[in-house]
């Protein structure tokens, strides 16, 4: 999860994030309004994948 993440956030324009300050906004503003969105597909499909390979691992544990 944390590569899919990673990667989309080194994608990601810091120059929205930026104009968001310079309007006016603080950094736990910009935060939510600008960032999260720009990263909330990563984190879906992190997610997913999170979740996928752990009901992976309980179908394993419960064989054994």
Same mark, same amino acid.
């Given at each position: ?10 994608e ?11 309007? /006016? ?20 499909? /992190? ?18």
């Amino acid at each position: 999860m944390a590569v899919v993440v990673q990667a989309r956030l080194a994608e990601a324009e810091r120059s929205l994030e930026e104009a968001a300050m310079d309007l /006016g906004a603080t950094p736990f503003v910009a935060f939510p309004t600008v960032t999260l969105p720009l990263i909330a597909p990563a984190l879906l499909v /992190g997610w997913l994948l999170a979740f996928t390979l752990s009901l992976d691992d309980v179908v394993i544990a419960s064989f054994v």
